[in-house]
C-alpha cells in the first residue's frame, strides 16, 4: 500500500496561531513520536521495555491512531496481528518477534509452546485471547482514514474478523447462555482488576511456584504497582492447566480452574458484531446476521451481568455461578453496546456520575479504573485504581453512542488534559494524574491522537 502521511492536528508544518492550537499540535508531536518510537516493521510494541511483543487488544487501539497519521500502518498492525489466528478462529493475545530474546518478557515463547499445538501459525503465540475490540476499531479506523486501498484492507479482514467472533461464540460459551467465557483474567485486559479477586482466590497455587520463573515486569516497573507474587503464580497455574489441555475448550466447565464471563469481554463482543454490520454493508457483504447476534449478546449481557439491586455490570464466576462484588469500570463498558436497553444505559449513567467514578460535563480527572470509594482502591496497582487511556475512550465511544455529547466532552477533555500534563503513559494515578509504568504507551499515544483529532 503506499505510503500516505496524514497530519495529526492542523494543516502540515504552519504553527497554528493560539496558544491551544500550539498546545494541541505539541501534544499531537509527542504522541506521534511515541509510535513512531514503537513501531517494529508490521506492527507497534505497547512498550519497548515492558511488552517488546505485539499484543492484540493493544494492536487494535494502536491501529486507529495509525489511521491518523500513517493509515497504511493502521492496515499492517490488523494484518499481522491476524495473520497468527489460530486455525479456529482464535486471536492470539501476543504474537512474539522472533528476535527478540525469550526471557525479554515473561512468560515468553518457550512456556507458551504452541507451535507443537495444531492449528496455530509458524510465529510462536499465546494460548489466550483478549477483548475482542478488533472489528470496532477497524471501523473506526477506516471511518478516520477512508479510502479505496484501506476498503480492500478491511475487505480482506473481515472474514477473519468473522472467525474471530465464531471462535468465541462457538468454543467459549461454557455457561451456554449466548456469552463468551475468559479462561484467565489476562483475557480481561484488565488483568489485575478486583473483578477476579474472587475466582483467581479460588485457583490453587503457591507463591514459591515462581522460583522455577523470572519476572520481567518487576525488572522494569515498580513492584508495589504490579500483581503480587502469588497473583502471578495463579496466573502461571492457570496457564500451565490449559497449556498442558493443549489450549483445548472442550470440556472446560469440568477441568478449568478459572471461568468467569466479563461485561467488557462480552460488551466487546457485541459491539465487534454492530461493527461488522457496517463493515459488511460498506464491503458489500449481508449486515443482516450481525445485527442479530448484537442484538443477542447485548440480550444476554444484560440477563446475565446486570445486576439491579447495585445498578451496574458485573463479571459472573462460573465456578460458583455468583457476580463477583467489586464495581469497577468493568461495569460501565456495556455501554459500547449501541443497542443497550435504555433502563441500563441511565444505571450506568448514574453509577458513572457517582463518586464512584466521577464522570460530569466538567470533570478534572478520567474515570478510574475501580471503584474510588472501595476499601481496596488502590491508585497505584495496576487495574486497581489507575486511569488508563482505552477504557476511557471506549465509555467515552459509548457516551457518544448513547447522545451524551456533553458527558464526551467532559471526559475527553480530562484525557486529553492528562496527558498534556503527565505525557503517553501506560496509566496515570486517578486523583495527582501523574503518569504510571511505561512511559512511552502505544495505546494512549494513538488514542490521544484520535481524542485531539475529534475534539
Ligand atoms: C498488560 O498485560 C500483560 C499480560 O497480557 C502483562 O501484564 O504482562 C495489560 O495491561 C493488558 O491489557 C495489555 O494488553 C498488556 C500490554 O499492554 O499489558
Same mark, same amino acid.
Given at each position: 500500500m503506499v505510503e500516505q502521511v496524514v497530519p495529526a492536528v492542523g494543516p502540515g508544518d504552519t504553527p497554528p496561531a493560539?496558544? @491551544?492550537?500550539?498546545?494541541?499540535?505539541?501534544? @499531537?508531536?509527542?504522541? %506521534?513520536?511515541?509510535?513512531?518510537?514503537?513501531?517494529?516493521?508490521?506492527?507497534?510494541?505497547?512498550?519497548?521495555?515492558?511488552?517488546?511483543?505485539?499484543? $492484540?487488544?493493544?494492536?487494535?487501539? /494502536? *491501529? /486507529?491512531?495509525?489511521a491518523h497519521l500513517r493509515p497504511e500502518r493502521a492496515w499492517a498492525e490488523l494484518t499481522s496481528l491476524f495473520d497468527a489466528q489460530w486455525r479456529d478462529g482464535r486471536v492470539p493475545h501476543i504474537v512474539f518477534n522472533p528476535v527478540v530474546a525469550d526471557d525479554a518478557y515473561f512468560p515468553g515463547p518457550a512456556f507458551w509452546a504452541t507451535t507443537s499445538v495444531a492449528g496455530t501459525p509458524r510465529t510462536v503465540?499465546?494460548?489466550?485471547?483478549?477483548?475482542?475490540?478488533?472489528? !470496532?476499531? *477497524?471501523?473506526?479506523?477506516?471511518?478516520?482514514?477512508? $479510502? +479505496?486501498?484501506?476498503?480492500?484492507?478491511?475487505?480482506?479482514?473481515?472474514? %477473519? !474478523?468473522?472467525?474471530?467472533q465464531h471462535y468465541l461464540s462457538n468454543h467459549r460459551d461454557v455457561g451456554g447462555a449466548g456469552l463468551a467465557s475468559i479462561v484467565h483474567p489476562w483475557e480481561s485486559g484488565l488483568d489485575n482488576s478486583p473483578a477476579?479477586?474472587?475466582?483467581?482466590?479460588?485457583?490453587?497455587? +503457591?507463591?514459591?511456584?515462581?522460583?522455577?520463573? =523470572?519476572?520481567?515486569? /518487576?525488572?522494569?516497573?515498580?513492584?508495589?504497582? =504490579?500483581?503480587t507474587d502469588l497473583d502471578y503464580a495463579r496466573y502461571v497455574a492457570i496457564v500451565t492447566a490449559y497449556r498442558a489441555a493443549g489450549y483445548r475448550d472442550e470440556q472446560l466447565a469440568d477441568r478449568h480452574p478459572f471461568l468467569v464471563e466479563c461485561p467488557l469481554f462480552n460488551a466487546a463482543m457485541g459491539a465487534a458484531e454492530s461493527a461488522l454490520a457496517h /463493515? *459488511?454493508?460498506e464491503i458489500g457483504a449481508d449486515p443482516g446476521p450481525h445485527r442479530q447476534r448484537a442484538a443477542a449478546i447485548t440480550t444476554a449481557l444484560v440477563d446475565r451481568l446486570y445486576d439491579p439491586t447495585t445498578g451496574t455490570f458485573h463479571a459472573r464466576d462460573l465456578r460458583t455461578g455468583r457476580l463477583t462484588p467489586a464495581r469497577t469500570v468493568l461495569g460501565l463498558t456495556p455501554l459500547i453496546l449501541p443497542d443497550l436497553p435504555t433502563a441500563q444505559v441511565e444505571a450506568i449513567l448514574v453509577e458513572a456520575g457517582s463518586?464512584?467514578?466521577?464522570?460530569?460535563?466538567?470533570?478534572? %480527572?478520567p474515570l478510574p479504573s475501580h471503584d474510588r470509594t472501595?476499601?481496596?482502591?488502590?491508585?497505584?496497582?495496576y487495574w486497581r485504581g489507575p486511569s488508563w487511556m482505552n477504557i476511557n475512550w471506549l465509555v467515552r465511544?459509548? !457516551? !457518544?453512542?448513547?447522545?451524551?455529547?456533553?458527558l464526551a466532552a467532559g471526559l475527553g477533555a480530562s484525557m486529553i488534559e492528562l496527558a498534556a500534563t503527565a505525557g503517553c503513559h501506560e496509566y496515570f494515578h486517578p486523583d495527582t494524574g501523574a503518569g504510571l509504568g511505561s512511559p512511552a504507551f502505544s495505546w494512549t499515544a494513538a488514542l490521544l491522537l484520535d481524542l485531539l483529532a475529534e475534539m
Open positions: 493560539d496558544t @491551544a492550537a500550539r498546545e494541541r499540535a505539541a501534544l @499531537a508531536a509527542v504522541a %506521534r513520536t511515541t509510535l513512531d518510537g514503537n513501531w517494529e516493521h508490521d506492527h507497534t510494541v505497547p512498550s519497548r521495555t515492558l511488552y517488546p511483543h505485539q499484543w $492484540s487488544w493493544d494492536s487494535a487501539f /494502536i *491501529a /486507529i491512531g495509525w503465540t499465546s494460548g489466550l485471547v483478549q477483548p475482542p475490540v478488533h472489528a !470496532l476499531a *477497524a471501523w473506526h479506523a477506516y471511518r478516520r482514514a477512508p $479510502s +479505496e486501498p484501506a476498503r480492500a484492507a478491511l475487505g480482506r479482514l473481515y472474514p %477473519r !474478523l468473522v472467525a474471530q477476579w479477586d474472587e475466582p483467581l482466590a479460588a485457583v490453587p497455587a +503457591e507463591a514459591a511456584v515462581l522460583r522455577a520463573y =523470572r519476572r520481567r515486569d /518487576i525488572v522494569h516497573a515498580a513492584a508495589a504497582h =504490579r500483581p /463493515i *459488511a454493508q463518586p464512584r467514578f466521577g464522570l460530569a460535563a466538567r470533570m478534572t %480527572r472501595a476499601v481496596d482502591f488502590e491508585p497505584l496497582r465511544y459509548g !457516551l !457518544l453512542t448513547h447522545g451524551h455529547p456533553r
